[in-house]
């Protein structure tokens, strides 16, 4: 057998690539050391806009100039970064080297010692992070989320008044809509969205142990924390102050946290999604040129939905380790962060595409409204609860006189299957007031759904 030529091993990077893709332009290696680039460049330039240590304020065009290497960051970087770091064995120093080269050839090589001046790798490292991880949410994650909130809120108003037999327990229990349901996670994920979105990102530039020591050595006049604070939020980060060498990482895991969650409750949506499928009241529409099954012709399997879940798994399982381990560092520096946020894109990466999945397995089912009628007119029984409450209020309203409604509803429907017929016979019996009564009588299954199609509502 001869050997295969070099391969993918992550799904994401093969066969799932195109689901994906976008979140490569940040939470990838090259996504990083653009962003690496780009915090470099801008504390040069922080720096010699306060004339420290004898420097000039760059001009407006060798500020741009600069700033172009971020923005023209691209494949001939990502090799010359390769190149270099198969030397220096550090990718924040081969950063550094890179940025030295382009002042050279800039001619600013008078400013080359401010490069990556005072700053420890994880300066540099942690607002990177924060930098790709606040735009791969806002960017992308969070519109595909939008996307399938948007796309379950139309399909919940389009059935919000389809009744629907409630199962609680898995047992016949009263009534509700699809489209009241399919709201319930409307609203559910509205919430976690704007928690992820109100999330904070945090960045720290305060040198080895997070004390100036360094910039205070260099400069004691300066106001190393102001300027500090200043270029952390011109990144449109929010500053931390009391670190050690490491940004203590706790806003990245309140976040995985969150997105870890968000994740939870797509996952329930996928299996009761995968239920009502199962049960007959979605049919799912055939794709053209789409198989079901190798053997059986027959079939269309819920693939979305379970492709869905395994990933809201494995997102879950990635995003959950790093939230439990990032904020843990031995004493003021450890590096088990350096290889573990290295998976964040990893954790997005299997969120991002069950989220796909969701989104394409919404707009591939249409409700069998002829099978929930029937399942309604199945199961007069439900109506036990609404008798048993009307019996009590009229109790109170001293309109009757019966003891105990719940036992008496319980012996005639607890474990049986009565119809209509039993049901009318049985009310027109009750000693109740006459307008009670003519509700009862008139109630069905599928009319038994309370406000459930106005509560769909509260989602405007």
């Known amino acids: 057998m001869s050997p295969l030529p070099p391969q993918v091993l992550s799904p994401l990077d093969g066969r799932y690539r195109a689901a994906v893709t976008d979140l490569g332009e940040y939470l990838s290696e090259a996504g990083l050391n653009r962003a690496r680039v780009q915090v470099e460049v801008e504390w040069l330039i922080v720096l010699t806009d306060r004339g420290l240590f004898g420097s000039a304020a760059l001009t407006d065009a060798q500020k741009a100039a600069l700033r172009q290497l971020v923005t023209d960051f691209g494949q001939a970087e990502i090799d010359e970064l390769a190149e270099l770091e198969a030397t220096t064995r550090h990718d924040v120093k081969a950063v550094e080297y890179l940025v030295r080269r382009r002042l050279s050839t800039l001619g600013l090589d008078h400013i080359a010692e401010l490069t990556h001046f005072a700053a420890t790798s994880e300066d540099i490292n942690n607002l990177s992070y924060a930098l790709t991880v606040s735009a791969a949410v806002r960017e992308v ?127 329930n949506l996928a299996t009761d999604i995968w239920t009502y499928i199962s049960m007959g009241y979605f049919r799912q529409i055939p794709q053209a040129g789409a198989t079901g099954s190798s053997t059986m012709p027959h079939k269309i ?30 004493l003021q520096r450890d590096l088990t962060d350096s290889t573990t946020q290295r998976n964040i894109g990893v954790g997005f990466g299997h969120s991002l595409l069950a989220l796909d999945n969701i989104l394409r397995g919404l707009g591939e089912i249409d409700i069998d409204r002829t099978l929930l009628a029937a399942d309604l007119d199945s199961n007069w029984e439900i109506l036990g609860e609404a008798i048993q409450t009307v019996i009590r209020a009229e109790v109170t309203a001293g309109r009757s006189s019966i003891e105990d409604p719940y036992a008496l509803l319980k012996e005639l429907t607890r474990g049986k299957r009565i119809g209509q017929a039993d049901l009318v016979a049985f009310v027109s019996a009750l000693e109740i007031g006459v307008e009670a009564k003519a509700r009862l009588l008139t109630l069905t299954p599928a009319g038994y759904v309370g406000l459930a199609d106005s509560l769909v509502d509260r989602l405007n």
């Open 301 to 330: 399997n819920p693939i979305r939905f379970e492709n869905a879940e395994a990933n809201l798994e494995l997102s879950s399982a990635i995003l959950d380790s790093l939230a439990a381990t990032l904020v843990t560092s031995r």
């Open 141 to 267: 994650w969070l519109p595909k989320l939008q996307l399938v909130i948007d796309k379950l809120r139309a399909r919940a108003l389009e059935f919000r008044a389809d009744a629907m037999l409630a199962r609680t327990h898995g047992q016949p229990a009263t009534p509700t809509t699809l489209g009241k349901e399919l709201a319930v996670f409307v609203y559910r994920l509205e919430r976690i969205q704007k928690q992820i979105e109100g999330n904070d990102y945090l960045g720290k530039f305060s040198g080895a142990t997070g004390t100036f020591a360094a910039h205070v050595a260099a400069e004691p006049s300066a106001d190393w924390p102001t300027i500090s604070r200043e270029f952390v939020e011109s990144l449109g980060l929010d500053w931390n102050p009391l670190t050690t060498q490491i940004e203590s990482h706790d806003w990245q895991a309140e976040l995985y946290t969150r997105v870890s969650h968000a994740n939870r409750v797509l996952h």
